[in-house]
């Protein structure tokens, strides 16, 4: 029977969404990217060759597979042209199998520059952006003053809207001597791409719902994590786009019937990149020693990522909310260099236990974590392919998060190479 699936990231990004989707593309006739922008950074690791794809769907590595890039998605057009480059020298044939909307956003240099002056501004309050444009970007997607990419096609309306920025961005754009604040210079820029863009320019809305109907297999791509959604995460220290369930049926225009599995991608452990709350955050040897093990460095900016424990309260609002219906658990390997593992089943807020996320973002960050503690296992599960090749503990771990977020486990992922994996 057809399952398209959707892959989710059930944290604060960077779960190994990039290596799920790659594995679970194999299966799939096309690969849907519905959300975020060049913020994401999905690696995804084939024999001795490493890619790390921002914007393009991680099913591009398998030859003959159709890529989508929906509406949803704010595209840097010059970073997207860079990754067709990364691609072509992996020898890498995209052509005739990847498509974007024309309704997508695109990200400008002028984004760019806002993205840098706002963090500036907010001081010690810094979200610790990507610097990739992307909150300013949906910022004028949602006033209304983008520009996306049908209008590369109609260089007038371009250039008007263009001009029109000047007038909306005085503050950032007036005197400055930044070349990102040249209009003119991005409307001759934007102008060569125009032959580069227009055979790349699709429906996806609609080539989506006709291949459904012919009977293919879809698979779409969340970037970022539940807890960076711009609602439902840990606002105001989240991305700008619905990175849950219901961003791809927006992203790419698609109704609900068109999912058939949620998976929800879950490192063994948790992560963050960037400011805000992190109630298991480890600022110890022993985060020391998973972000050494995990090579907890973001794929993207690089910046070390912030470590912590499994967090199955803030797992449980991820679940809740995508509706999550099996789970991929990855770098299970990096637990192995550890005696014991914690994992959080519940916080400690003004001297109330919770088994929720508190919406009050400031209680969130106040939250203590109380803890169950699991032996570490006997066996390294480093490349293990079979669950029953993995030690009683790291089983027991598994089954233990799986009973308590009420999922089926999918995919176990035992190290980064594709065939690192025990499919379940
Ligand atoms: P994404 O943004 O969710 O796609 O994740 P990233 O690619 O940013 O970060 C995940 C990192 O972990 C990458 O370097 C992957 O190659 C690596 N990785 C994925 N799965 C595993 C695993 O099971 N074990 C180990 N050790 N590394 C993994
Ligand atoms: P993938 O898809 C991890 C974080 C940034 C920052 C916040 C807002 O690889 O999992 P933005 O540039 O989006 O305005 O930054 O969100 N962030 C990510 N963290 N993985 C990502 O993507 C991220 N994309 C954005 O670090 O805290
Ligand atoms: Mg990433």
Redesign the pocket.
């Known amino acids: 029977m057809k399952n398209n699936m959707i892959v989710l990231?059930c944290q604060?990004?960077?779960?190994g969404?990039?290596k799920i989707v790659d594995l679970l593309a194999a299966k799939s006739d096309i690969i849907a990217r519905f959300q975020?922008?060049a913020?994401?950074?999905?690696t995804i690791v084939v024999g001795d060759v490493k890619y790390v794809l921002h914007l393009i769907p991680s099913g591009i590595i398998h030859p003959g597979k159709s890529c989508y890039i929906g509406n949803g998605v704010v595209l840097d057009p010059w970073g997207f042209l860079e990754e067709l480059d990364f691609l072509k020298s992996k020898g890498i044939d995209y052509a005739g199998r990847l498509w974007i909307s024309p309704a997508t956003n695109m990200v400008m240099p002028y984004h760019k520059l806002i993205?840098a002056v706002q963090e500036k501004n907010r001081g010690t309050k810094s979200?610790?952006?990507?610097?990739?444009g992307?909150?300013p970007t949906y910022i004028d997607k949602v006033a209304r003053n983008g520009i996306r990419v049908i209008d590369l096609f109609n260089p007038d309306r371009l250039k008007k809207r263009l001009e029109f920025q000047k007038t909306i961005k005085a503050q950032y754009l007036t005197g400055s001597e930044d070349e990102r604040a040249d209009l003119e210079l991005t409307f001759n820029k934007l102008m060569d791409l125009v032959d580069i863009f227009k055979p790349l320019v699709a429906d996806v809305s609609l080539a989506l719902y006709n291949a459904n109907k012919e009977g293919k297999t879809i698979l779409f791509e969340?970037?970022?994590?539940t807890l960076?959604d711009v609602d439902l995460g840990t606002y105001p220290?989240?991305?700008?786009?619905n990175t849950t369930v219901g961003g791809a049926l927006t992203g790419l225009g698609v109704g609900p019937h068109m999912i058939n599995e949620v998976v929800g991608v879950i490192k063994a452990y948790t992560?963050?990149?960037?400011?805000?709350p992190f109630p298991t955050e480890l600022v110890d040897d022993i985060g020391e020693k998973i972000r050494h093990q995990g090579d907890e460095y973001?794929?993207?900016?690089g910046?070390p990522?912030r470590c912590g424990w499994l967090d199955l309260v803030a797992l449980r609002h991820a679940i809740r909310i995508n509706g999550v219906d099996t789970i991929a658990v990855t770098k299970l390997d990096v637990l192995d260099c550890l005696d014991e593992i914690k994992v959080c089943t519940s916080y400690i807020i003004n001297g109330i236990t919770m088994n929720e996320v508190p919406l009050d973002l400031s209680e969130f960050a106040h939250a203590k974590p109380v803890y169950k503690t699991l032996p570490g296992w006997e066996v390294s599960s480093t490349g293990k392919t079979a669950f029953d090749e993995l030690g009683e503990n790291a089983r027991n771990y598994l089954k233990y998060v799986a009973d308590d977020l009420d999922v089926k486990i999918r995919i176990i992922s035992t190290g980064p190479r594709r065939e690192d994996t025990i499919m379940m």
């Open positions: 990231g604060w990004g960077d779960e969404k990039g975020g922008g913020n994401a950074g999905h993205d979200i610790g952006t990507t610097m990739r992307i909150g969340g970037a970022q994590g960076l220290f989240a991305t700008s786009s992560t963050r990149v960037g400011a805000g973001g794929a993207t900016t910046r990522r």
